[in-house]
């Protein structure tokens, strides 16, 4: 079973986590974001490519369905599966494509996207918990493991 950090957090200290995990992400990776409608995702993704670099206007790729940047030799790509119905709609994004080299693929309700994208390094679970989100870090792969562990702050379940 893999380690889990949970924690519940207010919108600036869920922006200051998804800060301070850039400096290890920028090697690039798959990171899920999971949660309902308002959970943070967008947030949380938003946060963490500003700390990247992305200078441009983060926009969420609700309508587009993926947002692509480039920071220093690392192709982000910022995919929101809300609105696809069915996996096979994806074909025409070309994961497979942008999946390649040193990519960080950031996506946002991965579970409308089936075994169309590729396994994530890191589960992001966000939840509502009154005033506040309830944050679950599940790593996937001994990357994963590596990043939380450079965290800190996180009670381990």
């Given at each position: 079973m893999s380690v889990r950090f949970e924690a519940e957090l207010d919108e600036a200290s869920l922006v200051a986590?998804?800060?301070r995990s850039a400096a290890q992400l920028g090697a690039g990776g798959v990171i899920?974001?999971?949660?309902?409608?308002?959970?943070?995702?967008?947030?949380?993704?938003?946060?963490?490519l500003a700390a990247l670099g992305v200078g441009a206007r983060v926009k969420s790729p609700t309508y587009s369905l993926i947002?692509?940047?480039?920071?220093?030799?690392?192709?982000?790509?910022?995919?929101d599966l809300?609105?696809?119905?069915?996996p096979d709609e994806l074909?025409?994004?070309g994961l497979s494509d942008l999946a390649t080299g040193h990519f960080l693929l950031l996506a946002e309700w991965p579970e409308h996207g089936g075994g169309a994208l590729p396994p994530p390094d890191?589960?992001?679970?966000?939840?509502h918990a009154g005033t506040k989100r309830r944050l679950r870090l599940e790593p996937r792969t001994t990357r994963a493991r590596c990043w939380l562990a450079t965290l800190g702050g996180f009670s381990k379940a």
């Open positions: 986590l998804a800060r899920h974001l999971r949660g309902d409608l308002g959970a943070g995702k967008t947030t949380f993704a938003r946060a963490l947002e692509s940047y480039e920071v220093d030799g690392l192709r982000i790509h910022h995919l809300y609105r696809i119905a069915a074909e025409f994004l890191l589960v992001v679970h966000l939840a």
